[in-house]
């Protein structure tokens, strides 16, 4: 007989250790790691699959197959309703996925989820498990949002096994958990939210979506930093990924995908939390470029790339002398190591140090930027703070520099400057190699090719 065997577990990232130490060499955290014993955990999630789908007529494994001759008759994916929420999952959910849905308490979660089960109710069956709300609750917030429930199957459930085997029976197309941290797993000692029970229930779930085509949504709790909380495991066995968060502006919620197996990476879809429930927001360039009438320096709109779309944001820099030996570089909602580097590139090719000077960045309206093409309208937004002169509001920029002092290309150069025009903008700079050939009415478009040219267009 196999001796029992136990691991020491880390409770926020799982990584495993041989023995018991204090700090989490994988993720840092303090006094997180515990001891698991692993033979009472292995296999109890697909255990509980076994159990559920005996009653689950005609799905079994599939055995080999012709990869030509699989049957696609049935429609592959079903709208959530949402423009914005399909954009993000890659056009719709896919049958026998699985997507996690994260986000901070009280970010719209299960707003989100129980206004698309609403609509989806109307053509698909739908079921939805609550493990945190009581009935009552979710039949009074459906009521406030007014949603047609009548359609709409919904269970306050909190163990796995109970839920795979009452999914067998409705046989929904689309099932909701919320959420995957209070579900618990049969045969498994620790308490819900642990990192066995997170670990087996999601195993049990995305084995028990793939086995009957039910499309799954979890819904995952995160940590203070941000990040989901629970095994890393979760975020490699789910198809899709998705955090909504809340920016600076509490009114608006973005739905970021992270992982995504079936369409592309950094989607957002745009949503305002109103009195009645989440709106999508169908023009969010709109939102994020300031309102306000008068310029003031060290303030420049630019072209970001989300996904498959372009947004235009708000990029503000402020440059003021420092009273400390080691000035201040800060950034929010751009990298911070990438505003170093372009202070040094202006320095050494632009001849324009700030190096007794603190640097600040931020992107209104709380949007993470990632994308390298902030580094054109970042320095110009730092130039235009330093030397206290304004950019008019009609000018937006775009554009990577290199370390040689070069202004790079950047994909989708054409989609961005028609974007920009859309919006109204009048005075485009661009990088040379993203310059259209011909001549567009009604906008100026400035190509540069060094960073020296930025300082004469200030
Ligand atoms: P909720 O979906 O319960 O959050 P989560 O499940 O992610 O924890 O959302 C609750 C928040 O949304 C709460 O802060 C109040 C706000 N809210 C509104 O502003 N309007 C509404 O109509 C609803 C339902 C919620
Ligand atoms: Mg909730």
């Not at 072209?303 to 820099?317: A, D, F, N």
Request: charged content about 20%.
């Amino acid at each position: 007989m196999s001796k029992s065997k136990s691991v020491f577990v880390c409770a926020n990232c799982g990584a495993h250790y041989s023995r018991w130490q204090g700090i989490c060499s994988e993720c840092g955290e303090a006094a997180t790691i515990s001891e698991v014993l692993e033979s009472a955990a292995t296999n109890a999630g697909s255990q509980a699959v076994q159990r559920a789908l005996s009653g689950f007529a005609g799905q079994s494994g599939s055995g080999i197959q012709n990869l030509g001759t699989v049957d696609l008759s049935e429609k592959p994916r079903l709208s959530t309703g949402y423009s914005e929420f399909d954009r993000v999952l890659g056009g719709g959910i896919v049958r026998g996925s699985v997507v996690l849905i994260g986000g901070n308490p009280g970010a719209g979660k299960s707003t989100l989820l129980l206004q698309t089960v609403g609509i989806l109710s109307e053509r698909n069956r739908v079921l939805y498990v609550t493990g945190e709300e009581s009935l009552n609750q979710v039949a009074l917030r459906a009521q406030r949002l007014k949603i047609n429930a009548q359609n709409i199957s919904i269970a306050a459930e909190t163990s796995i096994d109970n839920i795979c085997s009452m999914a067998c029976t409705a046989k929904p197309e689309v099932l909701i958990v919320d959420s995957i941290q209070v579900m618990h797993v049969q045969g498994i000692e620790s308490a819900p939210g642990s990192v066995s029970q997170v670990r087996e229930g999601a195993a049990a779930l995305t084995q028990f979506a793939k086995r009957t085509g039910i499309a799954v949504f979890m819904v995952g709790h995160v940590t203070k930093d941000g990040t989901l909380a629970g095994p890393k495991i979760l975020e490699h066995c789910v198809d899709c990924s998705v955090i909504l968060e809340c920016g600076t502006d509490v009114r608006y919620r973005t739905l970021r995908c992270q992982k995504n197996r079936f369409g592309a990476v950094n989607e957002i879809g745009v949503f305002a939390m109103t009195d009645a429930g989440l709106r999508e927001v169908k023009n969010p360039s709109a939102i994020f470029l300031s309102r306000q009438d008068t310029v003031a320096a060290g303030s420049l709109a630019m072209v970001t790339w989300e996904g498959t779309r372009p947004l235009l944001v708000e990029l503000q820099g402020l440059v003021d002398v420092s009273l400390y030996s080691n000035p201040r570089r800060l950034t929010i909602g751009t990298d911070q190591n990438r505003l170093s580097m372009l202070l040094s590139v202006l320095h050494r090719h632009a001849d324009f140090s700030l190096a007794d000077q603190d640097v600040f960045v931020n992107v209104v309206g709380g949007v993470k930027v990632e994308d390298t093409s902030s580094d054109v309208p970042l320095c110009l937004a730092l130039l235009s703070s330093f030397l206290n002169k304004p950019i008019d509001k009609g000018t937006i920029a775009f554009g990577e520099i290199g370390l040689t002092g070069e202004i790079r290309p950047v994909p989708y150069g054409q989609e961005r400057i028609l974007e920009a025009v859309k919006q109204g903008f009048l005075r485009v700079i661009v990088p040379y190699d993203n310059a259209p050939r011909r001549t567009l009415t009604g906008v100026e478009v400035v190509p540069v090719r060094r960073v020296t040219e930025l300082m004469q267009l200030i």
